[in-house]
């Protein structure tokens, strides 16, 4: 498959087939290596970063839900 560069304002565009299936808005690192070769490597999601923890994570209190000790523990 043969793609080709263009040029958009001040910027060389190389197209993404299609076909690769590449989710639009995905990061991209990119890196041009000593034999001209360009690799575009996917920008994976910092699991630390953003509100997760407050909007994602479902806690429960377990010590709510237990039924009263007979005698013997007091």
């Excluded at 041009?32 to 360009?38: C, E, H, L, N, P």
């Excluded at 996917?42 to 010590?63: A, M, S």
Aim: aromatic share 10%.
């Amino acid at each position: 498959m043969k793609v080709k560069v263009r040029t958009v304002g001040n910027a060389n565009i190389l197209t993404i087939p299609k076909a690769f299936n590449v989710t639009p808005g995905i990061e991209f690192e990119v890196e041009q290596q000593s034999d001209g070769m360009i690799v575009f490597k996917p920008r994976h999601r910092n699991p630390f970063e953003g509100n997760w923890f407050n909007t994602d994570l479902k806690q429960i209190d377990i010590t709510l839900e237990r039924a009263e000790l007979g005698h013997e523990w007091h």
